[in-house]
Structure formats: C-alpha cells, structure tokens
C-alpha cells in the first residue's frame, strides 16, 4: 500500500499541474498554433481523453509511449495538421514521461548512466531535429513521407512478435553493459527522430537497447521513460515556442495517457502481451501505409 501511494501520488500532483498550466496559458492567450486548427468542442475534449486513456493503456501493458496512437489519431480524424498533430502529441509525452520515468526511478528500475548519455545526446539530437522540422513543418507532405516511414518500424516489430506470441528476451541484470559512446549515438539517432516527427521514445529506445545493447527487460522499460523525459521536455517546449502545439488537447491528452497508463499497469496481468502488439501493430502498418500513400496523392481511406 505504501509503494502504491509513493507512485500515485507524483500522478496526482503532475494532474494537478496540467490543470494548472492549461488555465494559466488558455486564460493568457499566449502559445496559439501557428495554423488553422480545429475548434475544441465538448464532443472532442471527450474523444482526445479517451484516445490519451487507450494511449496510457497501450504503453502500460506493453512499455511503449504513447505518440504512435495519438499522432494518427489528431492528424487523420479529428484535422489537425501534421505539424501541429506533431508537436502536440510531443507536449504531451511530456506529463506522461515524467510520471512513468519517476516510477521507475523509486523502484530503481533505470540504469542512471545509461540514461545520462542516452539523454545528454538524446537532447543535442532533439535541438537537431527540432531545427530541421522547422524546415519540414510547410512541406506536409515530406512530413508524412517521413513519419510513414518511422511507423513502418514499430509496426513491423509489433506484428512480427505478436504472429509469434513472443515477447522480449529474458536477460538478467540491474544495468546496461554498453560503451558510452554507443549509447550516445543512439541517444542522439532517437533525440533526432523525436524532434522532428514526435516519435522515437518506446519503440525505438525499448528494443534498440535490448536488441543492440543486450539490455535487462525491466531495466529497460525505465530507462526508456526516462531518457524520455529530457526528450520530450526540449522537444515540446521548442514546438510549444514556435507555434506548433494546441495547448488544449495537449492537455487533455496528457491527463488521459497518465491515467490510462496507470489503468494499463494495473491490469496487465489480464492481457496477453503480443496479442495487443499484433492488433496494434497492423493498425500502425495501415497508418504508414496512409501517410505515405498521401505523399504520392493516393488517398487510403
């Protein structure tokens, strides 16, 4: 009951927060999207909390973040446009990383060095990334080229493990036995990826440092949410800063995730892992095929 309490009440206190902020930026005016967006109804507040609920659900029962589900979904159904979908779904992760990545730190779940240099030059290739998307934000199309190609990856991954009903590998251990200078690199390849698109946090860092780095499963899954944080705090203050995030769904979204995740981890032992990973992965194969279909003016439906 104790520990409970120890991770539930940062969420609360990180709720609040976000409570806070939207009524403090909303009531200023300040930080409106550079674009046209659409009009936050009632009906749509609803819809971006469930959507940030079944992200957090996603992330809590399987370790990724939740931007794969939440990208789409702005973009494609509800008309945002691609760069601001982007940089919303970014500023949300922010709530959501920091709480995730606190968990796992009262549990000792990370490896700290790990996430030094994974971070520190996860935030050199975010400032990187983050340049080039602004370069990226009036050419829509390229923009969806590119983030079609980054769903191809975990959609791929996700299908592949759940047609085997497998999951990680099991390895042993309470810290990632990899030179620094490889885990800067890596770092700085997700930083780069983050900033442009908004992805690259569990689906990348997850398996990249199971698979490259040999990596413990649960020593992993917290050292990705916390590399995250660094990521996405950079990340979506630049987008914050340059227009390209509707505070308010932002918000909602963040609130919806953080609690979904915690629904997600208490629940977990209900669901069989790889069969979400299938559902959702064929999901995220129809998502890169439609982004990238549209660079090419072939509309999927």
């Given at each position: 009951?104790?520990?409970?309490?120890?991770?539930?009440?940062?969420?609360?206190?990180?709720?609040?927060?976000?409570?806070?902020?939207?009524?403090?930026?909303?009531?200023?005016?300040?930080?409106?999207?550079?674009?046209?967006?659409?009009?936050?109804?009632?009906?749509?507040?609803?819809?971006?909390?469930?959507?940030?609920?079944?992200?957090?659900?996603?992330?809590?029962?399987?370790?990724?973040?939740?931007?794969?589900?939440?990208?789409?979904?702005?973009?494609?159904?509800?008309?945002?446009?691609?760069?601001?979908?982007?940089?919303?779904?970014?500023?949300?992760v922010i709530f959501t990383a920091i709480s995730g990545g606190y968990g796992h730190l009262l549990r000792r779940n990370l490896d700290k060095?790990?996430?030094?240099?994974?971070?520190?030059?996860?935030?050199?290739?975010?400032?990187?990334?983050?340049?080039?998307?602004?370069?990226?934000?009036?050419?829509?199309?390229?923009?969806?080229?590119?983030?079609?190609?980054?769903?191809?990856?975990?959609?791929?991954?996700?299908?592949?493990?759940g047609i085997r009903q497998a999951g990680y590998p099991q390895k042993e251990g309470n810290q990632i036995s990899a030179p620094a200078t490889g885990l800067a690199l890596f770092g700085l390849i997700v930083g780069m990826a983050t900033g442009i698109a908004g992805l690259?946090?569990?689906?990348?860092?997850?398996?990249?440092?199971?698979?490259?780095?040999?990596?413990?499963?649960?020593?992993?899954?917290?050292?990705?949410?916390?590399?995250?944080?660094?990521?996405?705090?950079?990340?979506?203050?630049?987008?914050?800063?340059?227009?390209?995030?509707?505070?308010?769904?932002?918000?909602?979204?963040?609130?919806?995730?953080?609690?979904?995740?915690?629904?997600?981890?208490?629940?977990?032992?209900?669901?069989?892992?790889?069969?979400?990973?299938?559902?959702?992965?064929?999901?995220?194969?129809?998502?890169?095929?439609?982004?990238?279909?549209?660079?090419?003016?072939?509309?999927?439906?």
């Amino acid at each position: 009951m104790q520990n409970w309490l120890k991770t539930q009440i940062p969420t609360a206190v990180i709720l609040l927060a976000i409570l806070v902020i939207g009524i403090v930026l909303t009531g200023t005016g300040q930080m409106t999207p550079a674009m046209d967006t659409p009009a936050l109804t009632a009906t749509r507040g609803v819809i971006l909390a469930i959507v940030g609920l079944l992200a957090g659900f996603l992330g809590g029962i399987i370790g990724t973040g939740g931007c794969s589900v939440m990208l789409p979904v702005l973009h494609f159904w509800m008309g945002y446009p691609a760069p601001i979908a982007v940089g919303t779904t970014l500023f949300a992760v922010i709530f959501t990383a920091i709480s995730g990545g606190y968990g796992h730190l009262l549990r000792r779940n990370l490896d700290k060095r790990a996430v030094a240099w994974l971070g520190g030059a996860g935030i050199l290739g975010v400032l990187i990334g983050s340049w080039l998307f602004t370069f990226l934000s009036s050419q829509s199309a390229l923009l969806g080229l590119i983030l079609g190609l980054l769903f191809l990856w975990p959609a791929l991954r996700m299908i592949w493990e759940g047609i085997r009903q497998a999951g990680y590998p099991q390895k042993e251990g309470n810290q990632i036995s990899a030179p620094a200078t490889g885990l800067a690199l890596f770092g700085l390849i997700v930083g780069m990826a983050t900033g442009i698109a908004g992805l690259g946090g569990g689906y990348a860092l997850v398996p990249g440092l199971i698979y490259l780095f040999g990596a413990p499963v649960y020593i992993t899954m917290g050292t990705s949410l916390a590399t995250m944080i660094p990521l996405a705090l950079v990340g979506g203050s630049l987008k914050l800063a340059g227009g390209f995030v509707h505070l308010s769904t932002g918000l909602i979204l963040a609130a919806g995730t953080m609690i979904g995740a915690q629904i997600g981890a208490a629940m977990i032992k209900r669901f069989k892992p790889a069969t979400l990973k299938l559902i959702f992965g064929l999901y995220f194969l129809y998502v890169s095929v439609k982004f990238m279909a549209a660079f090419f003016g072939i509309k999927v439906w």
